[in-house]
């Protein structure tokens, strides 16, 4: 289910943006901030992760409305933790005497993703609904093992 399935008029699209970006400040803000503070990255990461990527994979089989809001909410609120630890592990783990040239490799390659994801996600979408959302679990799914596998073998 998407929202074009959901015949939602197109003023809703700005305002699901706007209640999903006060959302992700509010997180931010409360939880994210208490992880950060206690420097305690690995397993929240993990966690988050591996959720998003189980959110993604229901998508592919959802048809009910209200599991499907539901759903994106938790989806936009853990996507809003992934990128504030993403960001935050990256600069600790910074070998460099200054955290700006890793902060700037970080978001040129996330902007790069941004771009070439957006575009692919979008070309999965037009020719299959789910297949997009199976694209974005299995890259969630991928990131999740990667990390476990660098953890265990003690990279990060």
Not at 7 to 27: D, Q, R
Not at 30 to 59: E, H
Not at 102 to 120: D, K, P, Q, T, W
Request: proline content about 2%; overall charge positive; cysteine-free.
């Amino acid at each position: 289910m998407s929202l074009d399935q959901l015949a939602f008029p197109a003023s809703m699209n700005g305002i699901l943006k706007a209640g999903f970006g006060v959302l992700s400040l509010g997180v931010n803000i409360t939880l994210g901030r208490a992880i950060i503070q206690r420097k305690w990255f690995k397993l929240p990461l993990m966690v988050v992760l591996s959720l998003t990527s189980i959110i993604a994979l229901v998508f592919v089989f959802n048809r009910d409305i209200n599991l499907f809001l539901v759903l994106s909410i938790l989806f936009f609120i853990l996507n809003s933790l992934y990128l504030i630890l993403v960001q935050v592990y990256s600069g600790s783990m910074s070998r460099f005497t200054s955290n700006a040239s890793v902060m700037g490799l970080y978001n040129a390659i996330r902007s790069l993703g941004m771009v070439f994801g957006s575009f692919f996600a979008g070309a999965l979408y037009q020719n299959s609904i789910p297949s997009s959302f199976v694209y974005t679990s299995a890259t969630l799914f991928l990131a999740s093992l990667f990390f476990i596998f660098a953890i265990q073998q003690k990279k990060v």
